[in-house]
């Protein structure tokens, strides 16, 4: 195993070929964790390629892209696929990967998937498009993109408008994002372990609990995300209007697994770039004729003093106040409600949905040292957790 560079190939493979699953002694189950340890040591060590494959789709003309690195604790992908064998030593979970180059690949689908469920909420693309859109036109806008659908003009027998697919040169393509580069020169990959107790035992939480070794794609490792985008002329939606929101979205949804405890969060690696023109760039057609649509609803509770926990209560998990104090490009500055913690922290997320001065709940994710000097990581506050939001 001492020359693999397909990571993917080790990971299914060559992981488990010196591993000896018949004996019982404690020699061969050494021997096993040794063997183990040295796959994991050559998993963490692979650097990236020299040459990503998505300088392939930069080729195709169109193409419209943008670069977003892995925030801390990295990105996992594919933890549902089965791995382990209950050895001591392995890696629990599975692990998605490009079959032919063994990279950590975000598929283009999980991507489409992830935009396609934000545009439920149709007021949240409004904000991000900047203009009001009523239900029905953010799902029209929706159509148009992932289903390659638009308006034929009729009314079906129910009074509800009828739709056609457009040719497939119309339709909008969304490629997998592959990693490009990374900070510093380690591996793509880290080592990270979960530590569950009990669940659904009465005394589970007075268990010792026992870690889940997983791999994940470390922290500043820059994908890019690239898609062939079209103008809904319909609507008035340019294909750059598009690009800049599913960059949006995607920076404050996160993508892959466990996303609501900071996994698969991204922040900004480069500006947005177009590799070539986009295509059925043109004179707009005159928009729809929009139907008043109220803004967001302003939470019903009135603004008070941000409620204050204990310092001995920063923990992962926690969920905890705290108080949008400025805005920094795509990152709100917040202060948390913990007694006499005054370090400020750093959060991607919407910002016009979060103005200076909102009070919002939050989730730790992962505290570094104790006390009122601890590094505190939190997850990206929704738009749900918002508990007060001043007027504009």
């Given at each position: 195993?001492?020359?693999?560079?397909?990571?993917?190939?080790?990971?299914?493979?060559?992981?488990?070929?010196?591993?000896?699953?018949?004996?019982?002694?404690?020699?061969?189950?050494?021997?096993?964790?040794?063997?183990?340890?040295?796959?994991?040591?050559?998993?963490?060590?692979?650097?990236?390629?020299?040459?990503?494959?998505?300088?392939?789709?930069?080729?195709?003309?169109?193409?419209?892209?943008?670069?977003?690195?892995?925030q801390y604790p990295g990105l996992i992908l594919g933890s549902g696929y089965q791995h382990e064998t209950r050895q001591e030593g392995e890696l629990k979970l599975g692990f998605f990967f490009d079959h032919t180059t063994g990279l950590p690949v975000i598929?283009?689908?999980?991507?489409?998937?992830?935009?396609?469920?934000?545009?439920?909420?149709?007021?949240?693309?409004?904000?991000?498009?900047?203009?009001?859109?009523?239900?029905?036109?953010?799902?029209?806008?929706?159509?148009?993109?992932?289903?390659?659908?638009?308006?034929?003009?009729?009314?079906?027998?129910?009074?509800?408008?009828?739709?056609?697919?457009?040719?497939?040169?119309?339709?909008?393509?969304?490629?997998?994002?592959?990693?490009?580069?990374?900070?510093?020169?380690?591996?793509?990959?880290?080592?990270?372990?979960?530590?569950?107790?009990?669940?659904?035992?009465?005394?589970?939480?007075?268990?010792?609990?026992?870690?889940?070794?997983?791999?994940?794609?470390?922290?500043?490792?820059?994908?890019?995300?690239?898609?062939?985008?079209?103008?809904?002329?319909?609507?008035?939606?340019?294909?750059?209007?598009?690009?800049?929101?599913?960059?949006?979205?995607?920076?404050?949804?996160?993508?892959?697994?466990?996303?609501?405890?900071?996994?698969?969060?991204?922040?900004?690696?480069?500006?947005?770039?177009?590799?070539?023109?986009?295509?059925?760039?043109?004179?707009?057609?005159?928009?729809?004729?929009?139907?008043?649509?109220?803004?967001?609803?302003?939470?019903?509770?009135?603004?008070?003093?941000?409620?204050?926990?204990?310092?001995?209560?920063?923990?992962?998990?926690?969920?905890?106040?705290?108080?949008?104090?400025?805005?920094?490009?795509?990152?709100?500055?917040?202060?948390?409600?913990?007694?006499?913690?005054?370090?400020?922290?750093?959060?991607?997320?919407?910002?016009?949905?979060?103005?200076?001065?909102?009070?919002?709940?939050?989730?730790?994710?992962?505290?570094?040292?104790?006390?009122?000097?601890?590094?505190?990581?939190?997850?990206?506050?929704?738009?749900?957790?918002?508990?007060?939001?001043?007027?504009?």
């Open positions: 195993m001492s020359h693999h560079k397909n990571a993917g190939l080790l990971f299914y493979r060559g992981y488990y070929q010196n591993i000896d699953f018949v004996g019982t002694t404690d020699s061969v189950k050494e021997a096993n964790t040794a063997a183990f340890k040295e796959a994991n040591r050559l998993l963490t060590s692979i650097p990236l390629p020299s040459e990503s494959p998505a300088a392939s789709y930069e080729k195709i003309p169109g193409t419209q892209g943008f670069q977003a690195q892995t598929p283009g689908s999980s991507i489409k998937g992830l935009l396609r469920s934000a545009f439920s909420h149709p007021a949240l693309i409004g904000h991000l498009l900047g203009r009001e859109l009523s239900p029905a036109q953010v799902e029209q806008l929706a159509l148009a993109i992932f289903e390659g659908k638009e308006p034929t003009g009729e009314l079906d027998e129910a009074g509800n408008p009828e739709y056609a697919v457009m040719s497939m040169s119309r339709h909008d393509t969304f490629f997998d994002a592959f990693p490009v580069a990374q900070e510093g020169e380690k591996g793509v990959f880290a080592e990270d372990f979960l530590t569950p107790h009990a669940p659904g035992q009465s005394d589970g939480a007075f268990k010792n609990p026992i870690p889940i070794s997983f791999l994940k794609v470390r922290a500043g490792i820059s994908y890019r995300f690239l898609f062939r985008l079209h103008d809904s002329q319909e609507l008035g939606v340019s294909a750059k209007e598009k690009l800049s929101l599913f960059e949006q979205l995607i920076l404050t949804l996160g993508l892959g697994a466990k996303t609501s405890v900071g996994y698969g969060q991204f922040t900004n690696s480069q500006k947005k770039m177009e590799i070539e023109p986009s295509v059925s760039s043109g004179q707009r057609k005159p928009g729809l004729v929009e139907e008043p649509v109220p803004p967001l609803p302003a939470p019903k509770n009135e603004d008070r003093e941000m409620r204050l926990l204990p310092l001995e209560k920063m923990r992962r998990g926690r969920e905890v106040e705290a108080r949008v104090t400025a805005h920094q490009g795509r990152q709100l500055l917040l202060q948390l409600g913990f007694e006499g913690y005054e370090e400020i922290v750093r959060v991607q997320a919407a910002v016009q949905l979060f103005p200076v001065g909102t009070l919002c709940k939050v989730q730790v994710n992962n505290v570094q040292g104790k006390g009122a000097k601890a590094r505190v990581n939190v997850a990206s506050p929704k738009p749900k957790d918002i508990i007060f939001k001043p007027e504009p």
